[in-house]
């Protein structure tokens, strides 16, 4: 479960081992994707799933708006870069 307090909030740029249902249970989220191959991981500060890549930087990424109810498959080892609005909850169901 992701909750999120009063202010909007982000993620670093990463990709996950395993595929990702995401449920929105409250609020509202962007989530910008890309393909795995758009760039290495990597640099200052970032684990190995992380880059320093994100759609601020980078034409690589495509924005996906969500809000309460809506579901979203994440596929696994893609990219991805979340703004999360104040007070979005979040349910993640991760599987292989």
Known sequence: VWI???GSAT????????HNLVIILHGSCVFYTAPRRAFSPG?????PNESNNSPLN???FTAHSMSTGM???QPAD???YVESSGHCVKL???FK
């Not at 993620?11 to 395993?18: I, K, L, P, V």
């Not at 640099?43 to 684990?47: F, I, L, Q, V, Y």
């Open 71 to 73: 579901i979203a498959l």
């Open 4 to 6: 999120n307090g009063r």
């Open 43 to 47: 640099g200052a500060g970032c684990r």
């Open 92 to 94: 993640g169901i991760f």
């Open 58 to 60: 980078s034409d690589f």
């Open 78 to 80: 893609m990219w991805h």
């Open 11 to 18: 993620t670093e740029s990463h990709y996950d081992s395993d």
